[in-house]
């Protein structure tokens, strides 16, 4: 099992000190990785689900935070959980991706993506909320194919995305994974068939879990790629047993993300180093 950790820009702040300092602590307690979550824009009334959103939370941009953590640290991989694939624009997007990557030494292997839920922040960036679906999809395949393309250019067309001989460089050290979150159908589809990894969200019951990983991997089959090869990834809490982790690891996780449940330094440095010792990190 690899174990990652969040780091809530909403709930700890955006001050730059405590924000290298949490991810040299996530280093020097052995864990694999790092994510940071995203909000392009929110808006009041906002809410997902039943949990509202003020329009004043800090929700830093995750790939300049990143950015920030890669130059303090040499270990950790990089991750995002998740970014709002249809928002940004997929050529200015593997550019900067690839430079994270170039940067860090190759560590932004954990590019999480999702398609967002609030309407409004759609709206916000001029992007049809009803289609942004299927714009991630496109997303996703332009990602891969400026990647792996060369000096002679690539070429696109697409519903949403139309380009001919691009070429952009720096291009990542290896090939970049992508992994799919989102707590829907349509997400656990966008895992199987492009994915590299299937991110479910948290607040599903244990059979729609099951559900959607069978989604997951019969989409993988479908298109000739092997399931197996499908990465999963859970949220957990800090203070979870060994007991939980092997429940998870029967059910086919391969990868938990926790949260701190404090902003306060000293008792999440504490909850960390105890959580490292339970499973033997570092």
Not at 94 to 114: P, Q
Request: hydrophobic fraction near 40%; aromatic fraction near 8%; glycine fraction near 12%.
């Amino acid at each position: 099992m690899k174990f990652g950790i969040s780091y809530s820009t909403p709930f700890f702040g955006v001050d730059p000190e405590r924000l290298l300092g949490f991810a040299r602590d996530v280093e020097e307690c052995g864990f694999e990785s790092l994510y940071l979550p995203e909000h392009v824009a929110l808006h009041p009334g906002a809410k997902i689900g039943d949990v509202a959103l003020p329009p004043s939370l800090p929700f830093a941009d995750p790939l300049a935070c990143l950015s920030f953590i890669a130059a303090g640290t040499s270990r950790i991989l990089l991750g995002t959980g998740v970014l709002l694939l249809p928002y940004h624009h997929p050529v200015t997007l593997a550019k900067r991706l690839a430079t994270i990557d170039v940067l860090s030494g190759g560590r932004m292997r954990l590019l999480t993506v999702g398609v967002g839920a609030l309407a409004g922040e759609a709206n916000a960036v001029g992007v049809d909320f009803a289609t942004r679906g299927r714009r991630a999809d496109e997303a996703i395949d332009v990602l891969r194919a400026l990647w792996a393309g060369d000096e002679t250019g690539v070429g696109f067309e697409g519903e949403f995305y139309r380009f001919d001989d691009v070429c952009v460089y720096p291009k990542p050290l290896a090939e970049l994974p992508i992994h799919v979150g989102g707590s829907s159908s349509a997400a656990a589809r966008r895992a199987g068939v492009r994915g590299d990894g299937f991110f479910p969200g948290g607040r599903l019951t244990a059979e729609e879990r099951r559900r959607q990983l069978s989604i997951a991997r019969a989409a993988a089959v479908s298109v000739g790629r092997d399931p197996g090869r499908l990465e999963y990834t859970r949220w957990g809490p800090l203070d979870m047993s060994v007991e939980d982790v092997e429940a998870l690891a029967s059910e086919g996780v391969t990868r938990v993300v926790v949260s701190p449940g404090t902003a306060e330094v000293g008792r999440r440095r504490d909850e960390m180093g105890a959580f490292a010792s339970r499973f033997g990190l570092g």
